[in-house]
């Protein structure tokens, strides 16, 4: 098994660009979500999804989209990059026991905003 | 709102010693508690959950319901264990995972 994974693993953007970052899993998780990691901030929940078809929102929703087609993919997209978006975000995927379970987390991707 | 506070950003130990990193919640219910460790370029990875009450790597954290805390503790710290740690809250109700903002441990030699 490959558990999660993460493309790109380094990224660069000018300011008002979009890009998807994506997400894969292939333990047949129901939960799967996204944070991102800011020195003294620790992990903040950007979006979250229960299962294909149904997401929503976390800690820290704006200015990203998110889409759950398949149960292994949860892709998060930028629509218009900001330099406050500048961090490093990570997927993870759980089985749902009552609430999310132990979180997997993929290998994370750096995004700088110019 | 549920929450996770961690309040030391960095806790510097000499090997040998004992180490404590500290977690309270706050959360309106029984909650799930984790502890969760990110070595130096590695992936964030599990290293202990309260229910199923193991010790891993000598780690052990204890719920106390009362204090609303969720401690880790070592009693004897190893270089290796040099990391960021996370203290995080499944919130079966919302289905939102929350996370603290981290303990940077670092063991000295």
């Known amino acids: 098994n490959a558990g999660v994974t993460q493309t790109p693993k380094f990224q660069v953007l000018k300011t008002g660009q979009s890009m998807t970052l994506q997400c894969a899993q292939d333990?047949?998780?129901?939960?799967m979500s996204w944070y991102r990691q800011d020195p003294g901030m620790g992990l903040r929940l950007i979006h979250y999804?229960?299962?294909?078809?149904?997401?929503d929102q976390g800690e820290v929703p704006n200015g990203y989209n998110v889409s759950r087609s398949t149960t292994e993919d949860f892709p998060l997209r930028l629509l218009s990059a900001a330099p406050s978006q500048t961090s490093v975000y990570f997927c993870?995927?759980?089985?749902?026991?009552?609430?999310?379970?132990?979180?997997?987390f993929g290998p994370g991707t750096r995004l700088t905003v110019l | 709102a549920q929450r996770v506070t961690q309040p030391e950003k960095l806790l510097s130990v000499f090997k040998g010693a004992p180490v404590e990193l500290k977690c309270n919640y706050s959360?309106?219910?029984?909650?799930?508690l984790f502890w969760y460790v990110q070595y130096s370029r590695q992936r964030l990875q599990l290293l202990l959950r309260?229910?199923s009450r193991e010790s891993i790597k000598g780690f052990t954290a204890d719920l106390n319901k009362g204090e609303t805390s969720f401690h880790l503790k070592k009693p004897f710290a190893q270089e290796e264990d040099s990391a960021m740690y996370y203290c995080?809250?499944?919130?079966?109700?919302?289905?939102?995972?929350?996370f603290g903002t981290g303990t940077r441990l670092k063991v000295l030699a």
């Open positions: 993870a995927s759980s089985r749902l026991a009552g609430g999310p379970d132990t979180q997997y």
């Open positions: 333990m047949n998780h129901e939960y």
């Open positions: 999804s229960v299962g294909a078809g149904i997401t």
């Open positions: 959360y309106s219910g029984s909650p799930e």
């Open positions: 309260h229910i």
């Open positions: 995080a809250l499944s919130d079966s109700g919302t289905y939102k995972y929350i």
